[in-house]
């Protein structure tokens, strides 16, 4: 019987690239959409899921429960970006992105948790960002996001040990994804003390994602980890230098790694 998987965000970039390719692989993959109907071409089915509603979601786990039985990997996949000076990110802004990026996750663990202690067996793969691992410049709000999932799935791995249950996360790199387009762009606001250096680290950001590696990447990297008995606590997929930065970052005084990502982003 091949295993059941639920991928929230499974109908664009990096989702769609492991739907697609675990489907190929035989498993069975139901994807999830605010708006599955407006998508087309879709080679897995698309269940209707919006991250920020509990209702949505419980509705969705119970739909594939129905039509599968069972719930055997669960890929929290779907997140927004955001960008800007957090002074002047609007603060419903800021919540939507927590909604989305964390909150979300966390409903979407709750709904299947207590389908996988039945089954006394599960996968859940949280995909969190190398962005999480540090304060970055006018990405302060998305890396703060990521970060607190990545310390959700430390803890709930331990709690949920004694079930069968494996958490991982998986944080990736800069990837070609349409992921700019949905971002959240706090507007460069003519005038501001942020106007010049926030509106270059915008064009250095999207360059970065427009030259990103190919989704398929996390796809395979995705296949693996559920291929592995032990998944360990973390994974980083991507270029050598931007996991390279998590090491740094580990390794150089807080003021130095500050200067270094200063540098960078020439702030």
Do not use: C, W
């Amino acid at each position: 019987m091949s295993q059941v998987v639920l991928i929230t965000g499974g109908s664009s970039g990096i989702g769609k690239s492991i739907g697609e390719f675990l489907h190929q692989k035989g498993f069975t993959v139901y994807g999830t959409s605010r708006n599955p109907e407006k998508v087309t071409g879709s080679v897995f089915p698309l269940i209707a899921l919006d991250v920020r509603n509990a209702e949505s979601i419980q509705a969705a786990v119970a739909e594939i429960i129905t039509k599968s039985g069972r719930v055997d990997v669960v890929i929290n996949n779907a997140g927004v970006g955001i960008t800007g000076p957090i002074e002047e990110i609007p603060t419903d802004e800021i919540k939507n992105n927590f909604e989305t990026n964390l909150f979300g996750p966390i409903e979407v663990m709750k709904a299947v948790l207590p389908h996988m202690r039945n089954q006394k067996s599960g996968l859940i793969i949280n995909i969190t960002s190398i962005a999480g691992y540090m304060g970055l410049p006018y990405r302060g709000i998305y890396s703060a996001s990521k970060g607190a999932l990545e310390l959700i799935t430390e803890a709930l791995r331990m709690e949920t040990k004694q079930f069968g249950i494996k958490i991982t996360n998986v944080a990736p790199g800069d990837f070609a994804t349409n992921i700019a387009a949905g971002r959240y762009h706090a507007p460069v606001i003519k005038g501001s003390v942020y106007e010049v250096p926030y509106g270059n680290t915008l064009n250095e950001m999207n360059t970065h994602v427009d030259s990103g590696s190919n989704p398929e990447e996390m796809a395979g990297a995705i296949y693996k980890i559920i291929q592995t008995p032990n998944p360990k606590v973390h994974y980083k997929v991507g270029a050598f230098m931007q996991k390279f930065s998590i090491v740094l970052k580990r390794a150089l005084p807080d003021k130095v790694y500050e200067k270094m990502l200063m540098n960078h982003y020439k702030l």
